[in-house]
Each structure stands twice: as C-alpha cells, then as structure tokens.
C-alpha cells in the first residue's frame, strides 16, 4: 500500500474520531499512544462512506466470490451493510443471543451460499471466528474476510491467515512508570468509558 494510500485511510479515522492520538490511561491502568473508541465509526455517514469505499477497493482488488456480506450487530451492521450496498450484493448480521453468535433469523437465502466477513475493528478476532463457525453451521462458504483496523498488527490468524484489514495498528501499551509519553510530560486523558469486549 502506497504511503498517500496509508496516510488518507489514517486521516479518515481520525475525522471520523474513532482513533485519537494522544497520551491515554486504558482501563488497565496502561498508558497508550492511541486510542480507539470503534462507535465513533458509524456516527458520521459521511466519512465511514470514504472509509468503506477504501475497503471496497481491497476487496474488488481480491476479487472473491460471493453473494452476502455478513456482520455482526451493532457496530458492524452498518459497515457490513454500507459494504454490500457499494458492491450491490446481499447482506446479512449475526447477533449475540443468550451470548451465543447466531445469524439473525429471516435471512433466508444464505444458507450454502458463499460470503464474506466484514467486521468494524479486530482485537483477539473472538467475533469473526464465531461468525466464521456460526456460518459454518449453516454450510455458508466463507471466501473473504476483512476488518477496518486490524489491532493485533497482523498478529491474530483466522483459519491461519492474517485478517485483511485498512490499518493495521498494534498499539503499544506502557506502564506508567516507563511511560515515554509521561517523560515528554504530556497531559494524561482517561477516555469515556465504552463497551469493549
Ligand atoms: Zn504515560
């Protein structure tokens, strides 16, 4: 990826606030250089639009072959959603119940049908391997899988691969007593607190 190419996808989720960069205190008491607050996505149409049109240029360039996109609720919905409506292909979403992923009922074309997976922001990939395993179920053949952000840098495998991602962002996480963030004397911000899992 050329670097204009990185530097527009970055400045995009930067307009979209989904990733600040600054000197932050996560929840685990760590500080970071960078923090992700993945709602902040779908909040401004606008420029998630410019961010899908991205992806949708990685998966052309792919060229895989299916017939829905699928994604999990919430976040995912409109990202899965958005992607499908630019490839002109169908779309589906999975959903927690009782914490089991399960497809949402009524999407009654995608059993044996072929798809990909795209999801807002990959951490361990926990979600995409249960959409992976719920779609498994239902005989789907799963020919793509892609992320916005990869958090892991490339480190989490699904099905022994990497993830196809936009940004690929391992964030760094510094105990505050080796904080070089805290040396340079930056002002330490605690983010709102969000759902994470
Ligand atoms: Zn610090």
Redesign the pocket.
């Known amino acids: 990826m050329s670097q204009n190419r990185s530097e527009l996808i970055l400045n995009l989720f930067k307009e979209s606030n989904a990733l600040l960069k600054g000197?932050f205190k996560l929840t685990s008491g760590k500080?970071s250089e960078w923090y992700f607050e993945k709602i902040k996505l779908i909040e401004r149409p606008l420029v998630l639009e410019k961010i899908i049109d991205l992806l949708v240029e990685e998966i052309n360039k792919e060229a895989p072959e299916f017939d829905y996109v699928v994604s999990p609720a919430y976040g995912g919905i409109a990202i899965g959603f958005l992607t499908a409506l630019k490839l002109n292909k169908l779309f589906a979403f999975t959903q927690r119940v009782e914490e089991k992923m399960t497809v949402r009922s009524g999407f009654s074309g995608l059993d044996k049908s072929r798809a990909i997976i795209v999801e807002d922001i990959l951490t361990t990939g926990g979600s995409i391997q249960e959409v992976l395993d719920c779609l498994q179920q239902k005989e789907v053949e799963v020919t793509g899988i892609y992320c916005l952000v990869d958090r892991s840098g490339g480190e989490v495998l699904i099905q022994g691969k990497p993830v196809r991602s936009l940004l690929s962002l391992k964030v760094e996480a510094?105990e505050?007593d080796s904080?070089p963030?805290?040396q340079q004397g930056l002002p330490?911000v605690k983010p709102g607190a969000s759902d994470k899992k």
Request: aromatic share 12%.
């Open positions: 000197h500080h510094y505050p904080c963030l805290c330490l």
